[in-house]
């Protein structure tokens, strides 16, 4: 791959190879990167359909008081588009969502994206993907050799049933849909909710709220992380030396695979020392009362870890409290506990989570012998190594189900599987196959492997978090992350149909 100093990309189909025509569904961070992928190979005839206005997913979907990531940004970025311009070690959404962007435009996928697209169904049809989209209220059909759904994982915000919640006089907002029209200047706030993002709100809302109530169901186990900012000698030294945030890269990864990526898959030193750990940060909330109250009663990790420095300090503050009283309903007036308690409130923040695992649904898919996408997952989502579907031929997916989710940087999971994606692509253009598609018994063989190795991971310990399917079983990759970087090292064609 290369980009010519006028940044354009310097293409390189071989003579005699046919380009794909690629439809890419999703412009988060997963789609760009498949974006930037296929470009950077030369396959530009090239579609990327976002339902949004812009590009970034769930960068520009959330846009909550306080938003930041929690995995350190140089370790968030792209390997191969290593930025000097990180802020501090943990950025904030918005510089986050700019660099996707920046990135989306260096490798010109950015004008191939077409905004404001619904896709309704895609269908194949025997030798290739029709796909039915919808666009300023007019519907239209594209035709694909390839289809990748780059659809993301926590997409659709999930609404609490509490009843009389459409009640409330004052206003509701979803964290994943901010409106900033509301001035929280002064405001009694509430948030219900405290996994990673309502954790991220109660500092920020408490220097703005008059009054700011966190209203806890179950609570979390806190990794502190502080934060801190670069400053511009750092950053004018990685401008020059490109190779220091790659060392950045390379070290937050190892903490971060060694730390939580082992501590998750089994019990031993690390799972033990992150427990550790929040249980002296635990220590910091001096008053007995509100610490029993912030007291999990399950092994850390099981949920998604939290990781936050100023919650604690936050929830001491004079005009913050934590509830943990269960929400009997809402009314206009505000929130009405179980103790019959009113609550009065003007704004209701829910930062109660999303429909995880919903994958590329409400769209549709039929794929071949009329196998509907709905059929093959009524028991959950399943897939092959997270990145194809038996009945799907030519169709690939960058976080797909069973994906190394938790407590990970999701780009270099995309970096991965975009890769072992372009194997398949880089094949079809040397006309080794017309279709391809994972084998049923291969898939059956690696979810077997992959549900027996649940039994040890963390998530199994005894809580209820998003990573769990309706039975208790968890859909997340239940190995180290260097196991999915050698299994998608290289296709193993035998587990494969290939026409
Ligand atoms: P979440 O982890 O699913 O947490 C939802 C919260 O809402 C939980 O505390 C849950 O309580 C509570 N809740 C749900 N329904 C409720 C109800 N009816 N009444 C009272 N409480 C209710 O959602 P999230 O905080 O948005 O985080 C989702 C994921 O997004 C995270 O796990 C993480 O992967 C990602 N995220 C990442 C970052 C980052 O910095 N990288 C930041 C934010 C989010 P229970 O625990 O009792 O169910």
Known sequence: MGINESGNILHNVATGQRKPRVIVIGTGLSGICMGVRLMSAGYDDLVLLEQADRCGGTWHYNQYPGLRCDVPSHYYQYSFEPSAEWSQRFCGGAEIREYFEGVAR????????????????????????????????????????????????????????????????????????????????????????????????????????????????????????????????GKRLARRFPIISKTYYVTFRFAMEQMMGRGIIRDGWSRKMVGKICKWNLESVKDEVLRAKLTPNYTAMCKRLVMSSDYYPALQKPNVELVTETIDHVEPRGIVTKDGKLHELDVIALATGYHANEYMLPMTMTGENGVTLDDVWKDGPRGYRTVALPDFPNFFMVMGPHSPVGNFSLTSIAETQSTYIMRFVNLWAERKFETVRPREDATERFNAEMLANMKSTVWTTGCKSWYLDEKGVPGSWPWTATKFRNDLQDPRLQEYEIA
């Open 106 to 233: 260096k490798y010109h996928v950015f004008e191939r994206i077409r905004f404001n697209t619904q896709v309704k169904h895609a269908e194949w049809t025997g030798s290739e993907w029709v796909v039915d989209l919808e666009q300023g209220g007019s519907s239209e059909q594209l035709r694909c050799d390839i289809l990748i759904s780059s659809c993301g994982i926590l997409v659709r915000p999930k609404y609490p049933d509490i009843p009389g919640l459409d009640t409330f006089a004052g206003k509701t907002i979803h964290t994943a849909r901010w409106d900033h029209s509301v001035d929280l200047t002064g405001k009694r706030a509430a948030i219900i909710g405290c996994g990673s993002t309502g954790v991220q709100m109660v500092e920020p809302l408490s220097k703005v709220c008059s009054k700011v109530i966190s209203f806890q169901r179950t609570p979390q186990w806190v990794l502190p992380i502080p934060n801190r900012k670069y400053p511009e000698l």
